[in-house]
Structures are given as structure tokens and as C-alpha cells.
């Protein structure tokens, strides 16, 4: 571990790692665990839930999901009735707390920020910043390096070149910091 690196020590009373490196939380609400798929190194903290019971939902490696946040799949209502989607999350992204994510996908390295409300069926680009409390619409689409903020929310800036390894590095500093004590 770096020097510098503020460690955070989970309990192993409240936190599991599994065999792909994921530390989750114990009693987060993990519904259809047979339709998530998590690729690896990620970590759900305290209070989350994935609802995987009604469709897939499909995360990439060094993805960290704060507290109290709620990400299921998405849907569309036809004429018959509805349709499921399945949600995309990328590799290395990071979900502040108390956010609720309904969209089909969440781009790689991007970064949604605390009490961010993320639509039905909208797709947010790699490389991404939802600001904190930013509530974005059902059916939105947002381009790759955007910074997303406002209700309803709208692009309002670019992010940097270099976001991919900016947030590539912070996500797997972050996945080294929380650390299951033994």
C-alpha cells in the first residue's frame, strides 16, 4: 500500500470478501443474485441494494458503491406492459452515498456524486461527473467527459483528458484503503 494511503478498517462482523476480491456488506439487500454479475474488486458499503431480481445487473472491476444506495435495472412501459433492461456499470466507478441509480448504463470511469438520482433508461458516457444531487431525467443520454449537474440535469462542463486515469487511480486506491481486519 502507498504511504500516504488513509486506511479504512472494515469489520469482519459486517463485511465478506469473496474469492474475486469484492468486499460487501453482510446485510446489504442483494435481491437475484443470479442475474448480478460483479466483476471484481469492488466494494458495497453499508445499506445497499441491488436489485437483480427483476433483470441483470452487470458491474466491472474497482467499482465502489457508498452507503445507503440503490441500483436496479431499468424499464420501459409499452402499450402490453413493461419491458426490463438490464444495467451496464463499468470498470471503475465510483457511486457516492444515498444515490439511486435506474439507468441502463453507467459509462467506465465515472464518478457520481453523493444523493445523485439517476433515471429510467439513461446512459451516461465514459469518463463522466454527476455532481451531487443532480437528478437526471428518464431517457436522458449524456456524452463521454461530462460534468452533469442541476434538476433535471444537463451538462455543464467538460472534465478533463485525462479523467480515465485520474479516476482509475482514485478507484483502486479506494478499493486498497478499505481493508477486512483479521
Given at each position: 500500500m502507498d504511504e500516504g494511503l488513509v486506511v479504512v478498517k472494515l469489520s469482519p462482523d459486517?463485511?465478506?470478501q469473496t474469492n474475486s476480491g469484492n468486499k460487501i456488506f453482510k446485510n446489504a439487500s442483494i435481491f437475484g443474485?443470479?442475474?448480478?454479475?460483479?466483476?471484481?474488486?469492488?466494494i458495497l458499503m453499508r445499506d445497499c441494494?441491488?436489485?437483480?431480481?427483476?433483470?441483470?445487473?452487470?458491474?466491472?472491476?474497482?467499482?465502489?458503491?457508498?452507503?445507503?444506495?440503490?441500483?436496479?435495472?431499468?424499464?420501459?412501459?409499452?402499450?402490453?406492459?413493461a419491458t426490463m433492461f438490464p444495467m451496464h456499470v463499468g470498470d471503475c466507478v465510483i457511486v457516492e452515498e444515498d444515490c439511486v441509480l435506474v439507468a441502463a448504463q453507467i459509462g467506465s470511469y465515472t464518478h457520481i456524486?453523493?444523493?445523485?438520482?439517476?433515471?429510467?433508461?439513461?446512459?451516461?458516457?465514459?469518463?463522466?461527473?454527476?455532481?451531487?444531487g443532480a437528478v437526471i431525467p428518464s431517457d436522458s443520454t449524456f456524452p463521454p467527459f461530462s460534468v452533469i449537474a442541476g434538476n433535471p440535469a444537463r451538462v455543464v462542463g467538460r472534465v478533463p483528458e485525462c479523467t480515465q486515469e485520474l479516476i482509475s487511480q482514485a478507484a483502486k486506491e479506494l478499493y486498497e484503503s478499505y481493508v477486512i481486519q483479521r
Amino acid at each position: 500500500m502507498d504511504e500516504g494511503l488513509v486506511v479504512v478498517k472494515l469489520s469482519p462482523d459486517e463485511y465478506t470478501q469473496t474469492n474475486s476480491g469484492n468486499k460487501i456488506f453482510k446485510n446489504a439487500s442483494i435481491f437475484g443474485s443470479q442475474n448480478i454479475i460483479i466483476h471484481g474488486k469492488s466494494i458495497l458499503m453499508r445499506d445497499c441494494m441491488l436489485r437483480g431480481d427483476l433483470t441483470g445487473i452487470r458491474m466491472g472491476k474497482f467499482c465502489f458503491i457508498g452507503e445507503r444506495t440503490l441500483i436496479r435495472a431499468s424499464h420501459r412501459k409499452f402499450s402490453k406492459g413493461a419491458t426490463m433492461f438490464p444495467m451496464h456499470v463499468g470498470d471503475c466507478v465510483i457511486v457516492e452515498e444515498d444515490c439511486v441509480l435506474v439507468a441502463a448504463q453507467i459509462g467506465s470511469y465515472t464518478h457520481i456524486g453523493k444523493g445523485a438520482i439517476v433515471g429510467r433508461s439513461s446512459i451516461i458516457k465514459e469518463c463522466c461527473k454527476v455532481e451531487a444531487g443532480a437528478v437526471i431525467p428518464s431517457d436522458s443520454t449524456f456524452p463521454p467527459f461530462s460534468v452533469i449537474a442541476g434538476n433535471p440535469a444537463r451538462v455543464v462542463g467538460r472534465v478533463p483528458e485525462c479523467t480515465q486515469e485520474l479516476i482509475s487511480q482514485a478507484a483502486k486506491e479506494l478499493y486498497e484503503s478499505y481493508v477486512i481486519q483479521r
